[in-house]
């Protein structure tokens, strides 16, 4: 059974930092894998799909990497700003979206 | 392009009630999913539909839950009666099909549910 864990459960930074959000998965026969935001209250935002060929893919200041034979993936946010702040998810897929319960990033000015 | 459309956005009820959602997804997308999202906690599949056919719905309490897609395009998903714990944000998806190769989901705004 596919399960997705992500650490840290909480994270703060002050404004400028570059920041690192971890997802690791259980069974690496995925087919992609996909970062998610959700602000509160609100649905869920597609930040970057990585396919299970492909080993990052990039979007603005996000960046994303997956290692499969190691169930990990990371995605990289360079120069935080206060509007990142939000809930991020990542989600495995292998048939069904199996989602990790998501870390909260605060950025402070 | 529009999105997924869900309504309503927001709901209260008294347990032991019923309840209904609605969700419209992109337009060509055969794809249709439910997730139930308590707080805290990661989106849960409940029920995934491939045009008017249900693929999954393994984790869909089906004592109380029902949903359906009878034209293949919008669906539907009820909670007949509500108990305290289906309080949570119910999230409708939508994805070209369930064979593509990317099967990127797009989510809606959700609907949150409060049951007291």
């Known amino acids: 059974k596919q399960e997705v864990t992500q650490i840290p459960a909480a994270l703060s930074v002050p404004e400028g930092e570059n920041l690192v959000l971890n997802c690791s998965f259980t069974d690496s026969a995925i087919y992609n894998l996909q970062w998610f935001r959700q602000d509160p209250g609100k649905g869920l935002t597609s930040l970057l799909l990585?396919?299970?060929?492909?080993r990052e893919q990039t979007s603005g200041r996000l960046n994303a990497s997956l290692d499969k034979s190691s169930g990990r993936s990371t995605l990289y946010i360079a120069a935080s700003q206060p509007g990142d702040s939000a809930t991020y998810l990542c989600a495995v897929i292998g048939g069904k979206l199996i989602f990790g319960q998501g870390t909260e990033l605060s950025v402070k000015p | 392009e529009a999105g997924v459309a869900q309504s309503p956005r927001y709901k209260i009820i008294e347990k032991r009630q019923s309840v209904a959602f609605w969700c419209n997804p992109i337009?060509?997308?055969?794809?249709l999913y439910w997730y139930q999202q308590i707080l805290g906690q990661g989106p849960k599949l409940l029920i995934q539909f491939q045009n008017n056919g249900v693929v999954d719905d393994s984790q869909l309490p089906k004592d109380r839950f029902s949903a359906e897609r009878l034209k293949g395009v919008d669906s539907t998903l009820k909670i007949q009666p509500a108990k305290l714990e289906d309080s949570a944000v119910y999230l409708c998806?939508?994805?070209?099909?369930?064979?593509?190769?990317?099967?990127?989901?797009?989510f809606g705004p959700g609907t949150r549910l409060t049951v007291l």
């Open positions: 337009s060509g997308h055969a794809t």
């Open positions: 990585i396919q299970s060929s492909q």
């Open positions: 998806a939508s994805s070209l099909q369930i064979t593509s190769g990317s099967n990127e989901q797009f």
